[in-house]
């Protein structure tokens, strides 16, 4: 049986967590559980909210903890708990990391003392996992970015666009509207990464497979006229 | 309903959006989800219906057919033709009444709900607007001037001046003043012995850069024995977060459903409508409880609620 920990988050909450994991395997469990879950207990809960290796369970009556206990301890005594997620579909993004459009690749380079076109490529060339969604609607903490442009996130969050593909320590992640960010922004994506005009609003998910293509920008201004996706 | 002049802050919210956390997409909804209820109740609504949000100052609005509406929350002493509008009373005005706000007496969030609600559309199962995203609610925003919004339902009394009924719930209970009561938080532990002391015998003050999605609050500078960075990972309203600089951040409606600061406490579900009417300025103590004492308090919660609502004569 995996070791995972059970807690109280609040009066109808719960907060499972997989201490002795490593972060790949505990995000598998996550995913694993939330499913079991959507399954099992659906009508129990108001929100699940899985993270890197946390899984948060929101019940909709303090009554129905109980029962939701039940379906986790179900879900822990079953066997075969370590297969993983095949992921075999990688998800294209396409990215434009033309200075025209205002990033922050230049001073990236001074912290790395290093040449913009190294960061990119640095960038593209990783196949990155979908850990978790959260801060905004649609908003993918994405890993491992490479060591040599691992970026700490800037002292205070600035102006930042829909569609900006930032860094920020290890982790690299694209903005699905404005908003105020702190994350080091090496590139721009046409592509929407949340519309609510489609059945599933946002265009990543947890456990995608996600390969950033660089694009020119006369390629990113045709997308973006096309409203593409 | 026209808005002939918008409030600082107006938008429609309900009882939150469920069941799109794992999204990144946060709940949202009133502030004061008691007060949202209640404005709901009066009128004979159901519970998850939309109401309208306002902050003070609020908005003037002119409604060219009849309502039967209630507020509920905040005290922002409201006025049609110069005769005072009560809170927490099912009202019935004429059509060609204007709806004014004069002062703030109590609170920062003022509930407007009407019989059948605006005629909006529901965005992933709720009518709250998603400030932030901008969707839900009225076009994804806060009302502005010139907004006309139509109401789903016709009422047809026929009223000739403005009809108040008699009773009125009192909601005051539920607001009373004192320490707001906590349970601990996930990371709590990780606090010093200090810090854990602090927390319980200073007060702490709701700094101006507060809004819907949180409130900083400053007291004491708290620090912890644990420098690990923590993986992001879930959190709700009322979730009291430790920032580097060593100030809580305590979240409101609009917090974002994952968060990197370690959580050192929960404020107990009972607690929330009194402090989303608390605003800058204000300070408070906390009182830490156990979790099976936060349970009880929620259970007599919903017991006083449901005397409350059978209280409430039908229509």
């Known amino acids: 049986m995996t070791a995972f920990r059970l807690v109280n988050y609040n009066e109808y909450s719960l907060l499972v967590t997989f201490p002795g994991l490593s972060l790949q395997q505990a995000n598998i469990q996550v995913a694993l559980l939330e499913e079991f879950c959507s399954m099992n207990c659906q009508k129990w809960l108001f929100n699940q909210v899985p993270a890197y290796e946390s899984l948060l369970l929101v019940c909709n009556s303090p009554k129905n903890v109980n029962r939701v206990k039940e379906v986790i301890y179900q879900f822990f005594q079953g066997e075969s708990i370590l297969l993983s997620h095949h992921e075999t579909e990688e998800i294209i993004v396409p990215v434009c990391y033309d200075l025209s459009l205002g990033n922050d690749l230049e001073q990236m380079a001074a912290i790395h003392k290093t040449e913009i076109e190294k960061i990119v490529t640095c960038h593209f060339r990783v196949v990155y996992h979908t850990y978790m969604l959260g801060f905004l609607p649609g908003f993918a903490y994405m890993g491992e970015v490479d060591e040599q442009i691992a970026t700490p996130r800037k002292p205070f969050p600035v102006a930042t666009r829909a569609g900006a593909v930032g860094i920020a320590g290890r982790q690299t992640g694209i903005y699905p509207v404005d908003s105020p960010g702190g994350w080091n922004i090496v590139g721009y994506t046409p592509l929407k990464m949340f519309d609510l005009s489609k059945q599933s609003p946002t265009l990543l998910k947890p456990g995608k497979a996600v390969r950033f293509m660089p694009i020119d920008l006369e390629t990113y201004n045709g997308l973006v006229g096309n409203g593409s996706n | 309903m026209e808005v002939i002049k918008p409030g600082i802050l107006d938008s429609f919210q309900d009882s939150g959006r469920y069941g799109y956390a794992h999204l990144g997409v946060s709940v949202g909804g009133c502030m004061d989800k008691l007060a949202g209820r209640l404005a709901n109740l009066l009128v004979g609504n159901t519970e998850t219906e939309a109401v309208l949000e306002m902050h003070f100052p609020a908005p003037l609005l002119y409604f060219n057919e009849e309502i039967e509406f209630a507020l509920t929350g905040a005290d922002f002493c409201a006025k049609v033709g110069g005769r005072v509008v009560p809170q927490n009373r099912r009202i019935i005005l004429p059509a060609g009444s204007t709806l004014s706000f004069e002062n703030k007496i109590w609170g920062q969030r003022c509930y407007l709900g009407i019989a059948g609600g605006w005629a909006l559309t529901k965005e992933l199962g709720s009518y709250s607007t998603h400030l932030k995203a901008g969707f839900g609610g009225w076009q994804g925003r806060r009302l502005k001037k010139g907004d006309s919004i139509p109401l789903r339902q016709h009422s047809n009394y026929h009223a000739q001046a403005p009809i108040i009924s008699r009773w009125f719930i009192y909601p005051d209970l539920f607001y009373k003043p004192g320490p707001v009561r906590v349970i601990a938080g996930i990371e709590w532990h990780w606090l010093t012995k200090n810090a854990k002391k602090d927390l319980q015998n200073h007060p702490f003050a709701i700094s101006r850069q507060s809004d819907r999605m949180g409130y900083h609050l400053s007291g004491k500078l708290l620090e912890k024995t644990v420098n690990t960075e923590l993986l992001s990972s879930g959190v709700l309203a009322g979730t009291v977060q430790l920032l580097p600089n060593g100030n809580p951040l305590l979240l409101m409606a609009d917090c974002q459903t994952t968060g990197g600061y370690p959580r050192i406490l929960q404020v107990a579900d009972v607690d ?40 409430i004569p039908l229509k």
């Open chain 2, 272 to 311: 929330l409508p009194k402090l989303a009417q608390m605003g800058a300025g204000e300070s408070f103590t906390f009182s830490l409880i156990s979790t099976e004492e936060s349970m009880g308090l929620l259970q007599t919660f919903h017991k006083q609620i449901v005397s409350l609502s059978g209280a």
